[in-house]
């Protein structure tokens, strides 16, 4: 059956009806479970019971459904043969058969405990919000046991409920000291809720008890990453030790060794991704971060015209080539690369912010003051872009534009950058009185 551990049926009965135990494997060892009162069947009921048990022995599920169905006839309130037939349902993946068989077996018998869990599990994939009910019942007649929680903290998860799957998973892992598991889905769901500390704690715990778990190291280095960590370069590396295909998480390891400027470091491992092939789009790209973060400019422009041959409707190759363009003040270029990657991503603010400078930089308050136009209609523009817009006003002498954005921007800014308030005041004064002469 699945990894989430459906319950096996039991051995064929004779007199008395037990219950089933869970499913064997290294991360589902068998439960301890109760036995419920003994009842004793006329025997060619037990017949048909012993019948259907040698089927499923055989897993042959086909052959266990007639015997239980005549069982069923005679006996419909046995809670256990409409758990039998539940789990031969569900063998024959028909799981709309099967979860009718299991509520109408925990209909008759609401403590079975099995019976909960088993229909937990089989609605927990395509239906968690279904599975809640069933799997809380499940932990609280099984409180001792760790599994019970945790697949109830999956069914949290699915439906959006990542307080109350954390929760879960915590609890499950305090039950069993072992449960890797648990601990890796509390650690993601830390990460999910912001909390990358809490989740780092979680995550090394796991790696204690799973040394190569890919989850566990990809989630270390994420929240390591997220701690600014200089650590997380190191978590990486041992991730992507199980891992090398992982191109984003290699990317993110080059990006920090970036930030640390060890950049023969990042150089070594663009070149680990497919040793002896041409460079993919991907490699290209964090070459040129490389060059970028060496200043580098002009290597860094040979290798994204190099990307763009590949892959020449990228927007992000355009916008990366026209800002470093900027950077050079080769403005004609910037500014041909940057429009480029606005019509592939019109909606990109980066790049209408850069195309912006680019035509500041360049001379053109016109294009200027159009560009950020069309910014102020996306977000609200702050102290910057109204000096900015003064600054093109008071070019364009544009008296009253001008006064009112200086005014604007002295407002926002509220005395962060004094250089820039100094020189505000000053072009106020002056076109204040500039303006008293026209009148």
């Keep these: 059956m699945t990894r989430a551990g459906f319950i096996f049926a039991t051995t064929a009965l004779s007199v008395v009806l037990r219950t089933p135990s869970l499913v064997a494997s290294p991360q589902n060892p068998p439960a301890k479970t109760s036995q419920p009162s003994t009842q004793k069947l006329p025997n060619p009921l037990n017949d048909l019971l012993d019948e259907a048990q040698a089927a499923l022995d055989k897993n042959d599920y086909e052959a266990a459904i007639p015997p239980l169905q005549k069982f069923i006839t005679e006996k419909p309130d046995v809670a256990y043969a409409h758990f039998q037939l539940a789990y031969a349902y569900t063998a024959l993946k028909r799981p709309d058969d099967a979860r009718q068989e299991y509520e109408r077996c925990i209909g008759l018998d609401p403590k079975m405990a099995e019976a909960q869990l088993n229909l937990g599990i089989l609605l927990l994939e395509k239906r968690p919000a279904d599975a809640l009910a069933p799997l809380r019942k499940a932990v609280e007649l099984l409180p001792s046991q760790s599994r019970p929680r945790y697949l109830l903290g999956l069914a949290e998860e699915h439906s959006g409920d990542l307080s109350g799957a954390a929760e879960s998973f915590e609890g499950a892992a305090r039950l069993d000291s072992k449960d890797a598991d648990s601990l890796i889905r509390v650690g993601q769901i830390y990460l999910l809720q912001g909390r990358p500390g809490d989740a780092e704690g979680r995550l090394r715990a796991a790696l204690e008890l799973q040394p190569k778990s890919p989850e566990a190291l990809q989630g270390l280095a994420q929240s390591l990453?997220?701690?600014?960590?200089?650590?997380?370069?190191?978590?990486?590396?041992?991730?992507?030790?199980?891992?090398?295909?992982?191109?984003?998480?290699?990317?993110?390891?080059?990006?920090?060794?970036?930030?640390?400027?060890?950049?023969?470091?990042?150089?070594?491992?663009?070149?680990?991704?497919?040793?002896?092939?041409?460079?993919?789009?991907?490699?290209?790209?964090?070459?040129?971060?490389?060059?970028?973060?060496?200043?580098?400019?002009?290597?860094?422009?040979?290798?994204?015209?190099?990307?763009?041959?590949?892959?020449?409707?990228?927007?992000?190759?355009?916008?990366?080539?026209?800002?470093?363009?900027?950077?050079?003040?080769?403005?004609?270029?910037?500014?041909?690369?940057?429009?480029?990657?606005?019509?592939?991503?019109?909606?990109?603010?980066?790049?209408?912010?850069?195309?912006?400078?680019?035509?500041?930089?360049?001379?053109?308050?016109?294009?200027?003051?159009?560009?950020?136009?069309?910014?102020?209609?996306?977000?609200?523009?702050?102290?910057?872009?109204?000096?900015?817009?003064?600054?093109?006003?008071?070019?364009?002498?544009?008296?009253?534009?001008?006064?009112?954005?200086?005014?604007?921007?002295?407002?926002?800014?509220?005395?962060?950058?004094?250089?820039?308030?100094?020189?505000?005041?000053?072009?106020?004064?002056?076109?204040?009185?500039?303006?008293?002469?026209?009148?």
Aim: aromatic share 6%; net charge neutral.
């Design 225 to 439: 990453e997220a701690q600014k960590k200089p650590q997380a370069a190191e978590a990486y590396r041992n991730y992507l030790a199980v891992q090398p295909s992982d191109s984003v998480a290699r990317s993110r390891l080059v990006h920090i060794l970036i930030e640390q400027e060890k950049y023969d470091e990042a150089i070594a491992e663009t070149g680990k991704s497919a040793p002896g092939q041409p460079p993919t789009v991907d490699d290209l790209k964090l070459r040129a971060d490389i060059e970028i973060g060496q200043k580098e400019l002009d290597e860094a422009i040979a290798t994204l015209r190099q990307a763009i041959v590949l892959a020449p409707n990228d927007a992000q190759l355009h916008g990366g080539l026209g800002r470093t363009y900027l950077q050079k003040r080769e403005f004609a270029g910037a500014e041909k690369e940057l429009k480029t990657a606005l019509q592939l991503d019109r909606k990109n603010l980066a790049y209408w912010k850069d195309l912006s400078s680019t035509y500041y930089l360049a001379g053109n308050c016109q294009a200027t003051l159009a560009t950020l136009d069309v910014i102020a209609k996306a977000e609200t523009p702050g102290a910057g872009a109204w000096f900015i817009r003064a600054l093109c006003y008071d070019k364009l002498n544009q008296i009253q534009p001008a006064l009112d954005a200086y005014r604007k921007f002295l407002e926002l800014d509220d005395n962060k950058n004094p250089d820039q308030v100094w020189q505000a005041n000053q072009r106020i004064h002056v076109l204040e009185k500039t303006a008293g002469k026209k009148r």
